[in-house]
């Protein structure tokens, strides 16, 4: 094997005694060599079998200090050589939770059409025509709602029937006791399965436009509490009947229809639409889930009774136009 004039010559490296520390000449610094696993100078290569590029200490020293100091800066941010590697979590990975704002709103009731800003129809025109949809919704909801009743009763409270269970709970109360509420959103004297007279609607029209509003944030506690109990269950019997379980979730996307097109009317009439926030939201969790899901349950097929006459009456009442 041939070495360029610069590298050093074997003689010269075969008279270096390696039983003691020697510094070498610059020249064989320079040179392109290898160190064997034994005591004998590797400058002739062809000598050795198994080499290893040679680094002096002085290279060593300076790979060590950088390993040093990369470990330094990955400590420094906080990072290990392992999660420094890791992909970066995005939010799109994490878990979707509920917010900790409880000033907040859900969506399935803040926007229940489903709008997004191109088509949230600000500039919707009032017609009786909306009143009229409204009612029909209010009472394809009320029928499909009741289908499941007797069963509702039986599951939950071991009645055969659900009127039978309603007795035994006259004078309980579930929407009509939040502070917001007022007493023409659910008059005291509407009970399930029977009108309100027509004097008394009459009336209720020549103000309706001051009521709605409250009756709107009315129908959106309705569909909160139907959310809950679809989510968070009553008891073990309606997490295992999943017929049960799938009626109620039908239910409650029943009502938002009614919600969605209750929305038209507030928007094309200019109404305020008041919020329901979480915080205004019962914790379903610290009460009695079998009477509160009861009373949700009834007041849902109250007020959607109630509904369909209260936007039936508007229809009616309306100067005629083409539908």
Known sequence: MELPEHCCRSSVCMTMDYSQLVHRPSGCEQCSRTRSNSRNSDCDSDLVEKCRPYKS????????NVCAAVCLLLLVGGLSPQSSA????????ERPRRSADSSQENRLWANPCDYNNSNSKSALKYSP?????VASQARNALKSTAQYKDKFALKLHSYPSFDELLQAWTGYDWLRK????????????????QLMPDEYMNQLMDHIDEILPSMYKGLKMVVAGLYAISNE???DNIISDESLKGSINLTMHDVRAVLCLFNDIMKSRNLEIMPLPDSEIPNFKTEDKLSVGLLVYRDTLNYLEYLSQVFQKMYETAPKQAD
């Open 57 to 64: 200490s002085a290279a060593r020293s300076r790979y060590v």
């Open 86 to 93: 890791a992909p970066h979590r995005s939010r799109g990975m």
């Open 129 to 133: 025509k909306l009143a009229k949809d």
């Open 178 to 193: 939040f502070p917001w509420f007022r007493e023409e959103v659910l008059p005291k004297e509407k009970v399930l399965n």
């Open 233 to 235: 269950g009553l008891n």
